[in-house]
């Protein structure tokens, strides 16, 4: 199927997309209070495959902008996890090194595999009630990354 789609519409409809992607704010359960706990021991850094402006939004209207040194995004890195450049360049940005770091991600593939093929250690938190696996722990409430660090 096939349709007839002005740029004008097209223009609007991609406007509108970032501007409503940014409302949907909604924390995790005990977001804050591991944020909280880890901000003033660890220097935090997000690495998205989302866009930069939406994730600064999001960031931002859930109040947790501050908590982070660095926000990666897969416009600034030029490609998306898994790839390593994105985790590289997340690593020259924060200025350490993959043996000292420690991604806690909710995707396998993405986050967990593409942090463990460039030495970082890896968490992951398991959202999407995805099977056990061996690639690395898997914990179920945020407040667990205190058992790891």
Known sequence: ??????????????????TNLA???????????????LKPKYKLHIITNGFEEVQTRKLVNANIFEYFD?????????????????FE??????????????MVGDNIEADILGAKAVGLHALHFNAHNDPKHEHCVM????????NYL
Do not use: C, W
């Not at 409302?23 to 706990?37: D, G, K, M, R, S």
């Not at 360049?89 to 420690?102: C, G, P, Q």
């Open 89 to 102: 360049l997340a690593l020259k940005k924060a200025n350490t090194a993959a043996d000292k770091s420690l």
């Open 139 to 146: 914990i179920h409430d945020l407040r667990e990354i205190k």
């Open 1 to 18: 199927i096939e349709y007839d789609i002005k740029d004008e519409v097209i223009d609007i409809l991609s406007t509108e997309y970032i």
């Open 70 to 86: 660095q926000v990666i995004n897969s416009e600034m890195a030029g490609v998306k996890k898994p790839n390593p450049e994105i």
């Open 23 to 37: 409302a949907f704010n909604n924390l995790l359960p005990n977001t804050v209070e591991i944020l909280n706990y």
